[in-house]
Nanobody, 125 residues
Framework: QVQLGESGGGLVQTGGSLRLSCAAS????????MGWFRQAPGKGREFVAA????????SYADYVQGRFTISRDNAKNTVFLQMNSLKVEDTAVYFC??????????????????WGQGTQVTVSS
């Protein structure tokens, strides 16, 4: 088990950038693949990006491809989400999550068994 805590959210204008961080406790962080999800008001939780334990593979939702980049630093037990060219429709609470299948880069939230509390991202026009 790992405990996760997100940071870096905030208010930004359309076209701006934010970098989210997710810090993990415990010594087993490097054995998990990691994902980012988001949930907008009145909507379900949706996939954003995922990365394998070694950073060898990553996957992205179509609506963030080319704008967002997921990365991780296993030495610092942290996963990042660099968000560029932000749009109003990116407004949501962003969650990081840990998947015990280290080789996965899954878009299915059911594959993740540890979740952070979320950080709010608001993009204004």
């Amino acid at each position: 088990q790992v405990q996760l805590g997100e940071s870096g959210g905030g208010l930004v204008q359309t076209g701006g950038s934010l970098r989210l961080s997710c810090a993990a406790s415990g010594r087993t962080f490097s054995t998990y693949s990691m994902g980012w999800f988001r949930q907008a008001p009145g909507k379900g939780r949706e996939f954003v990006a995922a990365i394998t334990y070694s950073s060898s593979l990553a996957s992205y939702a179509d609506y963030v491809q080319g704008r967002f980049t997921i990365s991780r630093d296993n030495a610092k037990n942290t996963v990042f989400l660099q968000m560029n060219s932000l749009k109003v429709e990116d407004t949501a609470v962003y969650f990081c999550a840990a998947n015990p299948d280290r080789y996965a880069h899954s878009s299915d939230p059911a594959h993740y068994n540890n979740w952070g509390q979320g950080t709010q991202v608001t993009v204004s026009s």
